[in-house]
């Protein structure tokens, strides 16, 4: 009997570990209600979490297969099953986050010898790529140019098995997957419902993606990601589709999906950034932590229209577009000074497709913090940032109904302080003397 342990990779197609546990035995599926991951997070995010465990158990049925569902802390989880079932082997596609790193090493050490680690959240998986000298990338253009190279060699995938042998088990307890209501609307959830956004998004905008990408309203984009964070959607099985249909949008596409990758690498080989800067000299900045002010960025009330309607809308909906996710960043890290590691776990726990990986490396890279070089000077103008990507005023009306009426006295003077974080940042970013 093999054990095949679902985690952030619920689905059926392209699934390397399922494949091989099919190919050598019988088998039995298991996702763990890890205790450590889920109470931490908001309701919405569980909610999800849970609509595509469901999902991922009818998609075994379907295949005359068994998910169980367990709750508790994975290494206590993982003997207990492995003991209940007779488990000879134990398949799972790796995990590189710091605590995924950390639950996986404790979890061998409880079943030593058993667990099979495959491939399949990445297109090129973290600690891969590697520069000649055999040190990490830190400069995303070199690593991209590494990535394309094996990407453009993909294939489409792995089929999912057509049949699973029938469990004989009746007396077997499968457990229940919890019912927790989301506080916004969720997408359809499951694989089949992934498949079909990305064909309709294949069809319909990526011939486009490079020219409307970057719309506040998210409109140009894809809305897949919240299917990749769970691994419900396979990136490398996206990333073969797009190109296959070629053209500069598929290009621009892809190239995010890159960009995935990468976060996932910096995270993996500098666990620190969970917390510190990718550049430690930049946790030197004069935080304000101050709780009203934070306040008034989490509800989208700080007198800042586009900061004030992306804020609104994420909290409606769990999304915001990428230009929206930079603007709010920036405001929130510069301008603010609000301390970026609380900002940045709020903001991850609100979006439906937080990723821990993409969240750190986005947060820090428009925060000026040192991922890839990005200039410490760059500071967004945020009412050209409207006039630019929702120039008709839709999406900000539609977020921020007052706009346009009488004027609201902002939180903060945007003027003076940016002045204020490019005088704090300019004695940061000061060549050092030599010693």
């Known amino acids: 009997m093999n054990l095949v342990w679902h985690r952030a990779d619920l689905r059926t197609h392209d699934h390397p570990a399922l494949y091989q546990a099919a190919q050598s035995g019988p088998l ?14 908001s309701p919405r995010r569980r909610a999800w979490f849970y609509a595509n465990t469901q999902a991922l158990r009818e998609a075994y049925a379907r295949r005359g297969g068994t998910l169980l569902v367990r709750y508790g802390t994975p290494w206590e989880v993982l ?3 492995v003991a209940e079932l007779g488990v000879q082997r134990v398949f799972a596609i790796a995990s590189y986050t710091p605590y995924g790193l950390h639950r996986d090493h404790k979890t061998e050490q409880a079943i030593p010898g058993r667990i099979h680690w495959c491939e399949g959240n990445h297109v090129q998986p973290p600690g891969r790529l590697l520069k000649p000298d055999g040190t990490p990338y830190t400069v995303y253009t070199p690593y991209a140019k590494r990535w394309w190279g094996e990407a453009e060699r993909l294939g489409e995938g792995l089929l999912p098995p057509g049949r ?21 609307p969720l997408p359809p959830p499951g694989e089949e419902a992934a498949l079909q956004a990305l064909e309709a998004f294949l069809r319909d905008r990526l011939p486009t993606y490079h020219q409307t990408r970057d719309r506040l309203d998210g409109q140009g984009g894809s809305r897949l990601s919240p299917y990749f964070t769970l691994g ?52 030197g900045l004069p935080w304000v932590d101050d709780p009203e002010l934070f306040e008034a960025w989490k509800a989208g009330e700080t007198g800042i229209a586009l900061v004030d309607a992306a804020m609104r809308e994420l909290n409606a909906t769990g999304f915001m577009s990428n230009r929206a996710r930079m603007a709010v960043a920036q405001f929130a890290v510069k301008l603010a000074l609000l301390p970026w590691q609380k900002a940045e776990q709020h903001f991850k726990n609100r979006l439906l497709d937080g990723d821990t990986a993409s969240n750190l490396q986005g947060w820090q890279w428009a925060g000026g913090l040192g991922v890839d070089a990005a200039p410490y000077f760059r500071v967004f103008n ?45 004695r940061i970013a000061k060549p050092r003397p030599p010693t």
């Open 164 to 184: 699973f042998p029938a469990l004989e088990r009746p007396d077997l307890e499968l457990g229940q997957v919890p019912q927790e209501p989301s506080d916004v």
């Open 232 to 283: 419900v959607l396979s990136p490398r099985l996206a990333v073969h589709r797009a190109l296959h249909i070629g053209g500069e949008g598929a290009r621009k596409w892809v190239a995010e999906l890159a960009w995935r990758d990468f976060s996932a690498d910096l995270l993996y080989h500098r666990p620190q950034m969970l917390h510190q800067s990718f550049d430690p000299r930049w946790d």
């Open 382 to 426: 945020l009412e050209r940032q409207v006039a630019q990507h929702d120039p008709e005023g839709v999406w900000l009306k539609r977020w921020l109904p007052e706009w346009g009426g009488p004027p609201v006295q902002p939180v903060i003077d945007l003027e003076a302080a940016r002045q204020r974080y490019l005088a704090a940042a300019a």
């Open 28 to 41: 039995v599926g298991l996702v763990n209600l890890d205790p450590h991951i889920l109470e931490p997070t």
């Open 79 to 81: 003997p207990q099953v």
